[in-house]
């Protein structure tokens, strides 16, 4: 069975700071994807990136960054300069690949890592 | 443009009501759900819609009935609710379903409140 851990619970930080948000995935299957949703107190979840396991390399985008591990099976998360906008829940989920995986269209969400950003 | 809309914002409802909470996508995706999220915890799958057919029920209880009139619309029919049932309802859609797993994006949600 697949599984997502996001290891902290809740983080603090003033405003400026850089930020690592930490997900450790389990999955039997040689071909799944990862992704990274933000969830603001309005209650959307906002994609944010969608990886495929055959695909290591590292992304940026603006001041997000991600960082894709197959060796220790993590997929951590950097926001550089924070901002107060920032602050949401943010998830991490696990999908297998429909052909080799027992469940289909399923996304499994760790439990998510609240980050509030102060001024 | 990826957008998900939802109707109602909010909703409360008492035990004996009927209500329906909407959902519409015009991403030309195939595959369309409905997530259910209680406060502090991650969404979880209900349901699945793959080409207006229901391909996933992840054991919901019959007091929540799902339809799919066409590819952009999902509704989902609320009986008989309990209080336990107040959450946020999520939906989200994803395009070519059967293939590969695609990304799913999600509607803002309906606030449940069950009296």
């Known amino acids: 069975a697949q599984k997502v851990t996001q290891a902290q619970t809740e983080i603090s930080v003033v405003e400026k700071e850089d930020v690592t948000l930490d997900c450790v995935y389990e999955?039997?299957?040689?071909?799944?994807?990862l992704f990274w949703y933000k969830q603001p107190p309005s209650g959307e979840l906002v994609f944010l990136i969608r990886?495929?396991?055959?695909?290591?390399q590292n992304e940026i985008s603006g001041r997000y960054s991600w960082n894709f591990q197959k060796s220790t099976s993590s997929f951590n998360f950097t926001i550089t300069a924070s901002q107060v906008v920032d602050s949401a829940v943010y998830f991490c989920?696990?999908?297998?690949?429909?052909?080799?995986?027992?469940?289909?269209?399923?996304?499994?969400f760790g439990q998510g890592t609240i980050l509030t950003v102060h001024p | 443009d990826t957008e998900v809309t939802q109707t109602p914002k909010h909703l409360v409802m008492g035990m004996t009501n009927k209500k329906s909470l909407k959902c519409e996508q015009h991403?030309?995706?195939?595959?369309m759900y409905w997530y259910k999220q209680k406060a502090k915890k991650p969404p979880e799958l209900m349901f699945v819609?793959?080409?207006?057919?229901?391909?996933i029920n992840e054991s919901v209880p019959s007091r929540f009935s799902p339809e799919c009139p066409n590819s952009s619309l999902l509704n989902l029919h609320l009986h008989a609710l309990q209080p336990e049932d107040s959450a946020l309802y999520l939906c989200?859609?994803?395009?070519?379903?059967?293939?590969?797993?695609?990304?799913?994006?999600f509607g803002p949600g309906t606030r449940l409140l069950v009296l």
């Open positions: 990886r495929n396991s055959f695909d290591e």
């Open positions: 989920a696990l999908s297998e690949d429909k052909a080799g995986g027992t469940s289909y269209g399923k996304l499994t």
């Open positions: 991403m030309g995706h195939r595959a």
């Open positions: 999955t039997r299957d040689t071909t799944y994807y």
């Open positions: 989200a859609s994803s395009q070519d379903w059967l293939g590969i797993q695609e990304t799913q994006y």
């Open positions: 819609y793959s080409y207006e057919k229901l391909s």
